[in-house]
């Protein structure tokens, strides 16, 4: 009977239909970010050959896709409710430059080909300024979100809705490389 109880109570907390949260989607969104830079940091250490540099294009084309598909995201539906909800203009408005900064690198590399020069060295750059505003997010902004009322859930499902609409627009435009 206990035994019962206990499997009810787990099961009326959270249905099974729910979707990841507002932040469990962003932070998810950051791991795949950060498997790709890597990616790409080892395909630096090997030798430049014809098939890297489609690879290397390919990758890029994958990252700058994934990391404009998230700051849309980010700055269309979860930053206006985070910053209403935690109230901390400069941490908001610290994250919406960073997103400036990755964007026009994205920009940049987007009119670009692995063989150009400073190629290499804009990805990594753009690396870097995603790993440390991505710090910024799951240190600072994250945490005061998750102490509010905000509906993560309910933010969650919105993302995961934009997300989807804008990975399908941009899988159909056609490739530079």
Do not use: W
Not at 16 to 22: I, L, N, P, V, W
Not at 63 to 78: D, G, R
Not at 114 to 141: F, N
């Amino acid at each position: 009977m206990a035994l019962q109880a206990r499997t009810e109570a787990r099961t009326t907390k959270r249905p099974a239909t729910r979707g990841q949260d507002a932040v469990g989607l962003l932070t998810a969104d950051h791991r795949s970010l950060k498997k790709l830079f890597d990616t790409y940091k080892k395909l630096l250490k090997a030798r430049a050959s014809r098939s890297t540099k489609s690879e290397k294009a390919n990758l890029v084309q994958q990252i700058c896709m994934e990391l404009t598909v998230h700051t849309q995201i980010e700055e269309e539906i979860f930053y206006p409710a985070a910053r209403k909800a935690i109230k901390d203009d400069t941490l908001m408005d610290m994250a919406e430059v960073e997103h400036d900064s990755a964007r026009d690198l994205v920009n940049q590399l987007s009119n670009m080909d692995p063989g150009d020069a400073l190629y290499d060295a804009r990805v990594v750059v753009l690396s870097e300024y995603v790993e440390l505003h991505v710090g910024e997010e799951e240190k600072q902004m994250f945490p005061k979100v998750k102490k509010t009322r905000l509906d993560l859930d309910s933010l969650g499902e919105k993302l995961k809705t934009r997300k989807m609409a804008l990975t399908e627009k941009m899988s159909s435009r056609p490739r530079r490389h």
